[in-house]
């Protein structure tokens, strides 16, 4: 299979035959567009003259089949343009989505944009631009047939055309560079606006309103100098343009005439010279009115190939057989990208399948960062983690997240219904969904709600409470019954009452053989664990059964100063 870094070559070769399909079509077009000279040409010089009726009737007859026929031609030629956008924007989408989702997760801003860039290649196919660029590489046909009129009206038509192209050069070394750093600018100032729109709340509760919209004004004038910049260089290239290529209809017209006077052309190939002329500069004044749209999509797919030049975050695995829930860490060490010292220091332990293990430490510890890499969701630089033997990273992604659940500390839903998140997005099977629901203590509450499993949630689960949502989010991560759940703060939002479901749940998946692994901060969870892992600095101070661990701790034999030690240690007196 090609490697990914050339899949934006590998899928224009695939579609090649697309591309030449409209190349012919643009030959055939352009050679019918001939039609209409020859036609003027003929009525001048044989029709006239000779006065003949039936003369004049068969060549308007083969004129108008002509024309027919090129109007077909565009018609199908534009049509398999739009039909190869669409076909590339689907081959391409699912990869420049998970390129993006790959993105997100190293912490790069291109994702959303990605598909957007895609979006802006697909218009381009279907637009005017891409017709002018067809049409070009026949301009010498045209000049072709006018030097046969007579050299001088080809060598007028070819120093108009030179300038022209030169015209549009210009266009580009004017406007290239600053469209690119109004596209960069404009891209910076809509993540700044849509980081502002996610935190609604914090900037409407703090009255930050103002200065949100200071900070988008700024940067939303930096990109409107910017493309007023380009705009105003390229206005002052096209003003000149226009009236260039009608001084060059005049010109050619004056100088068919005076050749005409002399006896060297007829009125016809004058006539003709100037209808051929204005048909063979006219791709290259679309060319620069259309630029802008040309340099946009010309930046959009080189910031496409930049996505796939990058090696993909994870190789593609295999699906394996359903784990059974053996979770270890060897060894691990990791560093996030930005950061200049690991998070993550020789991280060790090892569970077997149906034990529970909370994550215990003081903040910046390092328990969400291993959260996130027991659920594969980066590589450690040294080391491994793995279920039942198999490395979690490396396992494909879809088979993978079929065995496994996740809580993150920050609960995320996705606009649809309760039941397209519980079942993750899919249709999902009705017993099944119901089953997380209860199973995570939340199906009561949904029914109370209007439309029950169907209730809409709104963007980001707006509609819902932060209690609502974590437990939306516990029935989701317990969909399917899988082998391996990991709960980051899963109690950081309920009441009393959503606590007690909760530790129902963490009852309900250990009585299911499933190994649960909880990043924890409140005592009332300690009771349910088997093993208890205590994080300090990235490192593991102490990792062993609950009853020893937290004996030890209670003897001060940590460094680890931590709130639930004491409160656990009350617990376990009332108890």
């Known amino acids: 299979m090609t490697p990914t870094s050339n899949l934006l070559a590998e899928t224009f070769a695939r579609c090649r035959g697309g591309f030449v399909a409209v190349g012919a079509f643009s030959f055939v077009i352009n050679l019918l567009v001939l039609s209409t000279s020859v036609y003027m040409l003929q009525v001048y010089d044989r029709v006239l003259p000779g006065r003949s009726v039936e003369t004049l009737i068969y060549l308007t007859l083969i004129a108008t089949m002509a024309l027919a026929a090129m109007g077909a031609l565009e018609f199908f030629r534009s049509r398999l343009l739009v039909r190869l956008g669409v076909w590339i924007d689907r081959v391409l989408a699912p990869q420049v989505l998970g390129r993006g989702l790959e993105n997100a997760l190293r912490g790069f801003p291109y994702r959303t944009e990605a598909l957007r860039d895609l979006a802006t290649v697909r218009g381009y196919l279907g637009g005017g631009g891409i017709m002018a660029l067809f049409d070009a590489p026949w301009m010498p046909l045209y000049l072709i047939f006018i030097f046969l009129l007579h050299p001088l009206l080809g060598l007028l038509a070819l120093g108009g055309a030179v300038i022209l192209f030169a015209l549009a050069l210009a266009n580009n070394a004017l406007t290239a560079g600053t ?343 409140r005592p009332s969870l300690m009771a349910l664990v088997d093993s208890v892992l205590v994080l300090n600095e990235g490192q593991v101070q102490m990792f062993g059964r609950r009853d020893e661990v937290l004996s030890q701790l209670r003897r001060g034999q940590s460094p680890v100063a931590m709130p639930q030690v004491r409160v656990v240690s009350s617990e376990r007196e009332a108890s």
């Open 179 to 521: 469209l690119k750093q109004a596209n960069a600018a404009s891209a910076r100032a809509y993540q700044a606006i849509d980081a502002g729109f996610r935190n609604a709340e914090v900037i409407a509760g703090m009255g930050m309103g103002g200065v949100l919209m200071r900070r988008w004004d700024a940067a939303n004038a930096g990109v409107l100098a910017l493309q007023s910049r380009a705009s105003d260089r390229a206005g002052l290239i096209n003003a000149f343009t226009k009236p260039f290529r009608m001084f060059l209809q005049v010109a050619v017209l004056g100088l068919g005439a005076w050749l005409s006077l002399r006896h060297e052309v007829s009125p016809g190939a004058m006539v003709a010279a100037s209808i051929v002329m204005s048909r063979a500069l006219a791709p290259v004044e679309q060319a620069i009115a259309t630029w802008k749209q040309t340099a946009g999509a010309r930046e959009a797919w080189g910031r496409l190939a930049r996505l796939f030049e990058a090696p993909p975050l994870r190789p593609t695995g295999m699906e394996l057989p359903k784990p059974q829930g053996q979770l270890s860490a060897e060894a691990v060490t990791y560093t996030p990208a930005a950061a200049k010292a690991p998070v993550l220091r020789n991280v060790t332990f090892s569970l077997s399948p149906g034990q529970v293990l909370a994550v215990i430490g003081p903040s910046a510890a390092g328990k969400s960062t291993l959260a996130r890499l027991i659920v594969g969701m980066a590589a450690p630089q040294h080391g491994q983690l793995r279920l039942d033997g198999a490395d979690v990273f490396a396992w494909d992604r879809s088979d993978f997240g079929r065995h496994v659940g996740y809580l993150p500390q920050d609960v995320e839903l996705f606009p649809g219904t309760i039941r397209e998140n519980i079942a993750r997005m899919e249709q999902g099977d009705p017993a099944t969904i119901v089953a997380a629901a209860q199973m995570a203590g939340v199906h009561e509450m949904i029914l109370r709600l209007p439309k029950g499993y169907e209730t809409e949630i709104g963007e980001q689960g707006s509609a819902l409470s932060g209690g609502q949502r974590q437990r939306i989010g516990l029935a989701r991560a317990l969909y399917g019954r899988p082998a391996l759940v990991v709960l980051d703060e899963p109690n950081s939002s309920l009441d009393a009452a959503g606590e007690e479901r909760l530790n129902q749940a963490i009852v309900a998946m250990k009585e299911a053989g499933s190994t649960v692994v909880i990043v924890a901060h």
